[in-house]
């Protein structure tokens, strides 16, 4: 076999492994991609759950457009890498020059000053819009409620619906108990919120951010109200505790119960009533189970359910009854 004729065998099985293995990795990214089950809409969210309000989705598109510019700049990046390894490599017969050095080619340098530049600022002040609106408070919300976080339970109040005996009508969770947060769709709420312990966190998921609960929030300047425009669909979400604040952290859950504004006032209205059933004020739970409005007015949760903070127990029990 001639020399000529063997280095031109070496290259062409040298470019045929190159192709299987380039197709190779297209079949292995077309079979993950057929093989997830997920949506194009759930691929674009890139693992964000799906928010309920206005604000979750602010936050889902800046993230979304974010990842995809960082993946942009990636594959750029990947592909100079991989351009340099495949055309730049030293190869046999070398005699060892050093190729033609551009490290003082001053156009390359300052596009790669200024287009890093000019990224991080277009991805800041779109960082800053979103925040901005997050943020925002705005007079007189529609609904108002009082949050106090507690080892390790939550106690939800409001401060404008009386209940039967003068009070603010409130949701106590106990460790048999998930409190229930019954909130109107559409209608814009603010949450007031402090710890009457360390501090915990308020978070639910499908509002894709979290707020501290602080204890003393005046005294350690904390702005503890915030705002949402409104939720817009029904259902129950599960809210957690999202700050480690001691040994129960995990199992301090609540159950927000989104529910039509009509259902919602009908809900304030026995919650300002006696159970005729019992004599005493209606619970939360059991002024849902009036309502009669399928899964969502489920008297007891159903996303979620209490665990037993008896530490001789390591499993979880069931609901017993809603407050």
């Not at 425009?229 to 480690?244: H, S, T």
Request: glycine share 8%.
């Amino acid at each position: 076999m001639g020399r000529t004729w063997r280095g031109r065998y070496r290259r062409g099985s040298g470019r045929a492994r190159g192709g299987r293995v380039a197709r190779l990795a297209g079949l292995g990214v077309l079979v993950a991609l057929l093989t997830t089950g997920c949506s194009v809409e759930e691929v674009l969210r890139f693992g964000w759950p799906e928010g309920v309000t206005p604000q979750a989705t602010a936050m889902r598109e800046l993230w979304t457009y974010a990842t995809i510019a960082a993946l942009v700049v990636g594959a750029i990046t990947w592909g100079a890498m991989a351009w340099t390894v495949t055309f730049h490599r030293k190869r046999k017969g070398d005699d060892g020059t050093p190729p033609r050095q551009t490290q003082y080619n001053l156009p390359v340098e300052i596009v790669f000053t200024v287009v890093p530049t000019i990224i991080v600022a277009v991805l800041f002040g779109f960082t800053v819009n979103v925040q901005n609106y997050v943020d925002v408070d705005v007079p007189d919300p529609d609904v108002r409620i009082d949050t106090l976080a507690f080892q390790w339970n939550w106690q939800f109040s409001y401060p404008d619906a009386p209940a039967v005996d003068g009070k603010p009508i409130s949701t106590l969770g106990t460790s048999d108990t998930i409190p229930l947060l019954v909130l109107p769709t559409e209608r814009r709420i603010q949450f007031t919120q402090r710890s009457n312990d360390v501090i915990h966190s308020f978070f639910v998921p499908e509002f894709l951010f979290k707020r501290d609960v602080f204890p003393m929030p005046e005294a350690n300047n904390q702005d503890n109200v915030w705002q949402i425009d409104r939720i817009e669909r029904e259902g129950a979400f599960v809210g957690r505790c999202a700050e480690l604040c001691g040994s129960y952290h995990s199992q301090m859950n609540f159950e927000v119960r989104a529910v039509s504004p009509a259902l919602y006032d009908r809900w304030l209205g026995l919650r300002a009533q006696d159970n005729p059933a019992t004599g005493a004020p209606y619970t939360a739970g059991e002024a849902l189970g009036a309502l009669d409005c399928g899964e969502v007015c489920s008297p007891t949760s159903y996303k979620t359910y209490p665990f037993s903070t008896d530490r001789t127990k390591r499993s979880a029990t069931e609901p017993v009854a809603a407050r």
